[in-house]
């Protein structure tokens, strides 16, 4: 018998591009179909309009191919020689095969139907078929994927203790500008990349910043606390897990497939998954749990930790191996106190923002409590900051040893107010290029005060 073709395409019943979403031009796609000419019509509708295409003309071509490359959508005939299509992707559910799947067919009953909906079919086309119909179809199942991974993400990062929202690297001071410049020059890079630092430098935010400068911005950037995830459930986290039906999880690996992975607190997860993670570095692929095929990745890694990897190999907590693999760069971030410049401009954010989240009104950042910030040496860096100016603004007033009234512990080294004052808001005028409206903005204040300022200073 021979097989219900397409109907001829018109011009009429192609709609411009933009009616199919976005997701469409970044979706890679399989076609699977014994007859050429299904093949070649599906191509020639597709292949424009999607990033990467490829064609299988049988079951064990489409096989092979998935060894080799993973794919966000998978289109298959149902009726083909030696199996059908919804046998073909039962097995494929066993082995590994994560991708979507929409089923073109001219002989849908109830009982397939119910069958391919088992097994993960997320559509059928019933032949003979429009253009547009299976570019609605495609469409319709790719916003579905996408749709899924961003609430998935978003769960996720919610649940994890993530920086809040993207965050800023913000500061100018010498040491802060020596991180910004070496962002710079790792962006267009595809190397992995380790932060190291204390609790609180800014690890997450400094890695979702060169996340933002490489080619890979659009992409997700899914950050991984290690140290979060139970010893007996980070695998799964991490590479997912089939069933051998058409259950599966995908794990947080394919989730970020395209985009960035930030495993931050590395040094907390087990020598098991440190041996697996060592073989994702070196073979671009993973293997979920209960799976036996390997889902080749395109993922770029950013590693963080404030322990002593170095002391942790040499205790035998972590494989040495490992460390060289993600020690390829390492980007150390400064401590608070070795950037005290920065820290006017970072409570005057902190400041802000709290307020606006909180609802509560902004506390005064007089000269006095800000020499005492500035003179304070900040144990736990950044995040110590911003918890006691949130918490001061809840309270509606700063720590008595902060206040106007009270006197830092550890005696101040005596110095003039303004002396301190001048030397801040030049730093600010210098990073800014001369830039008076603009430091104005980054201080805080007014372009009238900066312009007062350094009339008395004799910088008119």
């Given at each position: 018998?021979?097989?219900?073709?397409?109907?001829?395409?018109?011009?009429?019943?192609?709609?411009?591009?933009?009616d199919?979403?976005?997701?469409?031009?970044?979706?890679?796609?399989?076609?699977?179909?014994?007859?050429?000419?299904?093949?070649?019509f599906?191509?020639?509708?597709?292949?424009?309009?999607?990033k990467?295409?490829?064609?299988?003309?049988?079951?064990?071509?489409?096989?092979?191919i998935?060894?080799?490359?993973?794919?966000?959508?998978?289109?298959l005939d149902?009726?083909?020689?030696?199996k059908?299509?919804?046998?073909?992707?039962?097995?494929?559910?066993?082995?590994?095969?994560?991708?979507d799947a929409?089923?073109?067919?001219?002989?849908?009953?109830?009982?397939?139907?119910?069958?391919?909906?088992?097994?993960g079919?997320?559509?059928f086309?019933?032949?003979p078929?429009?253009?547009?119909?299976?570019?609605?179809?495609v469409a319709?199942?790719l916003?579905?994927k996408?749709?899924?991974?961003?609430?998935?993400?978003?769960?996720?990062?919610?649940?994890?203790?993530?920086?809040?929202?993207?965050?800023?690297?913000?500061?100018?001071?010498?040491?802060?500008?020596?991180?910004?410049?070496?962002?710079?020059r790792?962006?267009p890079t595809?190397a992995?990349?380790?932060?190291?630092?204390?609790?609180?430098?800014?690890?997450?935010?400094a890695?979702?910043?060169?996340?933002?400068l490489?080619?890979?911005?659009?992409k997700?950037f899914?950050?991984?606390?290690?140290?979060t995830i139970?010893?007996d459930?980070?695998?799964?986290?991490?590479?997912?897990v089939?069933?051998?039906?058409?259950?599966?999880?995908?794990?947080l690996?394919?989730?970020?497939?395209?985009?960035?992975?930030?495993?931050?607190?590395?040094?907390?997860?087990?020598?098991?998954?440190?041996?697996?993670?060592?073989?994702?570095?070196?073979d671009?692929?993973?293997?979920?749990?209960?799976?036996?095929r390997?889902?080749?990745?395109?993922?770029?890694f950013?590693?963080a930790?404030?322990?002593?990897?170095?002391?942790?190999?040499?205790?035998?907590?972590?494989?040495a191996?490992?460390?060289?693999?993600?020690?390829?760069?390492n980007?150390?971030m400064p401590k608070l106190?070795?950037?005290?410049?920065?820290i006017?401009?970072l409570?005057a954010?902190?400041?802000?923002?709290?307020?606006?989240?909180?609802?509560?009104?902004?506390?005064d950042?007089?000269?006095?409590?800000?020499?005492?910030?500035?003179?304070?040496?900040?144990?736990?860096n950044?995040?110590?900051?911003?918890?006691?100016?949130?918490?001061?603004?809840i309270?509606?007033?700063?720590?008595?040893?902060?206040?106007?009234?009270?006197?830092?512990?550890?005696?101040?080294?005596?110095e003039?107010?303004?002396?301190?004052?001048?030397?801040?808001?030049?730093?600010?005028?210098?990073?800014?290029g001369g830039?008076?409206a603009?430091?104005?903005?980054?201080?805080?204040v007014?372009?009238?005060?900066?312009?007062?300022?350094?009339?008395a200073?004799?910088?008119?």
């Open positions: 018998m021979n097989k219900p073709t397409a109907r001829p395409t018109t011009s009429a019943s192609l709609r411009t591009e933009g199919y979403g976005e997701n469409l031009q970044f979706a890679s796609v399989l076609v699977i179909d014994d007859e050429p000419g299904m093949r070649n599906l191509t020639k509708i597709l292949e424009p309009r999607v990467r295409l490829e064609q299988a003309r049988s079951a064990e071509q489409a096989s092979g998935l060894d080799q490359s993973h794919f966000d959508l998978v289109i149902n009726i083909m020689p030696k059908t299509g919804l046998e073909w992707l039962e097995e494929q559910r066993r082995v590994g095969l994560f991708a929409i089923m073109i067919t001219a002989y849908a009953d109830l009982d397939t139907a119910i069958k391919a909906l088992r097994t079919v997320a559509d086309v019933l032949k078929f429009r253009a547009n119909q299976i570019l609605n179809a319709r199942a916003d579905r996408y749709l899924r991974r961003e609430n998935f993400l978003l769960k996720h990062e919610l649940s994890g203790g993530s920086t809040r929202g993207p965050g800023r690297l913000l500061g100018h001071s010498p040491a802060i500008q020596s991180v910004r410049e070496t962002l710079a790792l962006g595809q992995p990349v380790l932060f190291t630092g204390a609790s609180g430098t800014g690890k997450e935010i890695a979702r910043t060169l996340h933002g490489s080619d890979r911005a659009e997700p899914v950050p991984v606390n290690c140290a139970s010893t459930r980070i695998a799964e986290e991490l590479f997912g089939t069933d051998g039906s058409s259950h599966r999880k995908d794990g690996f394919l989730h970020a497939d395209g985009g960035t992975l930030f495993l931050d607190e590395v040094a907390q997860l087990p020598e098991q998954v440190q041996a697996a993670l060592l073989r994702v570095l070196e671009h692929k993973i293997r979920p749990l209960g799976a036996e390997e889902i080749p990745l395109n993922l770029r950013f590693f930790t404030n322990a002593d990897l170095q002391l942790a190999v040499e205790q035998g907590k972590f494989r191996d490992l460390y060289h693999r993600i020690n390829v760069v980007v150390q106190c070795d950037r005290q410049d920065d006017v401009e409570a954010l902190f400041m802000s923002e709290s307020s606006e989240t909180l609802g509560h009104p902004s506390l950042l007089n000269e006095e409590i800000l020499l005492k910030l500035s003179r304070y040496d900040w144990p736990g950044v995040r110590e900051l911003r918890n006691l100016i949130e918490r001061s603004v309270l509606g007033a700063f720590p008595e040893e902060f206040d106007a009234r009270g006197t830092v512990s550890g005696a101040l080294a005596i003039k107010l303004e002396l301190v004052e001048q030397r801040h808001i030049m730093n600010v005028l210098d990073a800014c830039n008076r603009e430091a104005a903005r980054r201080l805080g007014s372009r009238k005060t900066i312009d007062r300022k350094c009339a200073w004799g910088n008119s």
